[in-house]
C-alpha cells in the first residue's frame, strides 16, 4: 500500500454558531421591520377610514340641516299665503290659530335659516335669505318666491356635490 496521509480538518464550532446567530438576528430584524411596515398601514388604514366615516357624517348632517332649512321655508310661506296680507287689519280679526301658526313657521325658518348660515358657503347661505326675504315682503311676489326656492335647492345639491338637478322640479314651490 501507498503511503497516503489522511488529512483531518477541524472545524470551529464557533463559526457555525456565529452564522446561527446572524441568521436568528436578521430574521428578527426582518420580522419586525414587517411588523411595523403593517402597522403603519392598519394605522393608515384606519386614518382614512376615520375620515372618510367623519366626511360622510359632516354630509349627512349638512344634508338634514339644508333640508330642514328648505321645508321650513316652504312652511312659512304656505302659512303666509293662508294668513293673507298682514297690513290694514287689527290682530283681532286674524284668526289666533292662524297667527299661531304663522308665528311658529316664523320662527322655525329663522332658526333654520340661521343654522344654515352657519354650516354652508356664501351661496348657500344668500340664497336662502332671499328666499326668506321674498317670503317675508309685504306685497307676496308669488313669481319671485317660487324662483326663489328653486334656486335655492339647486344651490344646496351643488354644494352637496349631487349635479343631476333635473328632478328639481318635483320640488313644490307653489300654493
Known amino acids: 500500500m501507498a503511503n497516503t496521509t ?8 464557533i463559526w457555525a454558531y456565529i452564522m446561527t446567530g446572524a441568521t436568528a ?13 403593517a402597522r403603519e398601514a392598519e394605522a393608515s388604514n384606519l386614518d382614512k ?7 360622510k357624517a359632516k354630509i349627512a348632517e349638512k344634508r338634514r340641516i339644508y333640508a330642514q332649512c328648505f321645508t321650513t321655508l316652504h312652511v312659512l310661506y304656505r302659512t303666509k299665503l293662508e294668513m293673507g296680507p298682514i297690513s290694514g287689519r287689527s290682530r283681532k280679526s286674524t284668526n289666533s290659530d292662524t297667527l299661531a301658526a304663522y308665528t311658529e313657521a316664523l320662527l322655525r325658518a329663522i332658526t333654520a335659516t ?26 307676496l311676489d308669488k313669481d319671485a318666491v317660487s ?16 349635479k343631476d338637478i333635473a328632478n328639481l322640479a318635483a320640488f313644490p314651490t307653489g300654493p
Do not use: Y
Open 6 to 13: 489522511v488529512v483531518q480538518v477541524a472545524s470551529d464550532p
Open 25 to 37: 438576528v436578521a430574521g428578527i430584524l426582518g420580522t419586525l421591520w414587517q411588523a411595523n411596515r
Open 49 to 55: 377610514t376615520l375620515h372618510a366615516e367623519a366626511s
Open 114 to 139: 340661521t343654522e344654515l348660515g352657519l354650516i354652508a358657503p356664501s351661496e348657500v347661505a344668500n340664497r336662502a335669505g332671499v328666499a326668506f326675504r321674498q317670503i317675508m315682503q309685504e306685497n
Open 147 to 162: 324662483r326663489a326656492l328653486i334656486a335655492l335647492p339647486m344651490a344646496m345639491r351643488n354644494d352637496l356635490g349631487e
